[in-house]
C-alpha cells in the first residue's frame, strides 16, 4: 500500500501500467508508475503516458494526471512488457526508434 499525508489503504500502482477508464469517456488512460498525490485537495494518480503500440502517440511519454474520483474502471499489469504483450500481441515493437530530430537532420 502506498502512503500519502498518512494514508495506508492506497494500493501502490508505482512499478506497473495502469489502463484507466474515465467517468463519461470512451477511451482509456494508459499510465506508468503512477504515484498518489493530492493536488488542490483532491487524489489523483500522477504517471507517464504509455506508449500506444498500434499508431503514432504524441503524448507518450508526457506526465498526466488523473483524479481517482473520476476513475470508473481500471487494469492493473505488472510491467510495460506485460501492458503491451497483453493488448498488442500481434504488433512487432520497433527494434529501435528514431526521434524527430535524427529525422530532421
Known sequence: MASIEGRTDL???ETGVLSLWMRGSQ???RMVGP????IGGRLYLVGTWAEN???VDALAGCDNA???DQVDEFLIFKSIDEYERRL???VKK???VVSLEALRS
Open 11 to 13: 494500493p501502490n500502482f
Open 27 to 29: 477511451s482509456t488512460v
Open 35 to 38: 504515484r498518489w498525490e493530492t
Open 53 to 55: 503500440l498500434e499508431r
Open 66 to 68: 488523473v483524479a481517482w
Open 88 to 90: 498488442f500481441p500481434d
Open 94 to 96: 520497433p527494434d529501435r
